[in-house]
């Protein structure tokens, strides 16, 4: 990884922090920020993955950038709960930030969190 690289990799895990930090509590405003992290983790892994593989993405929809991913012919190697999930992750990227009604369960925040983790850990992004 370059140093650049490395930097990305030190911000999507204060993303996984803040998530666990969200997820873990009891205040609903709080969980939501935290569903709002790991989906910004998520998406940073995606990007950093595929840039270590010469392929530069932008945006937040999750399907759309392993698509381009996948059509790139760039294998990023993503968890299958990412993939089944990734409408759910992205909507997290801005109902939790606009829409305080949007209730967001702890368990889904930790599945996310554990699977987005052992996947950046992995492979080429160790």
């Known amino acids: 990884m370059t140093d650049e690289q490395k930097k990305y990799k030190a911000m999507i895990l204060a993303d996984l922090k803040m998530a666990l930090v969200g997820g873990n509590s ?3 405003y709080e969980r939501l920020l935290g569903a709002y992290h790991v989906q910004q983790a998520i998406e940073k892994t995606i990007k950093l993955k595929a840039s270590m593989q010469g392929l530069n993405l932008w945006g937040h929809d999750i399907d759309h950038l392993l698509n381009e991913c996948k059509k790139a012919n760039v294998d990023i190697a993503p968890p299958a709960k990412i993939r ?9 990227e801005a109902d939790c ?4 009604s ?3 369960r702890k368990d889904s925040i930790f599945a996310a969190h554990r699977v987005t983790l052992e996947w950046l850990n ?3 992004t160790k």
């Open 97 to 100: 930030r606009y829409y305080p």
């Open 26 to 28: 009891d205040d609903k």
């Open 84 to 92: 089944q999930n990734a409408v759910m992750y992205t909507g997290w």
């Open 102 to 104: 949007k209730i967001i």
């Open 122 to 124: 992995s492979g080429d």
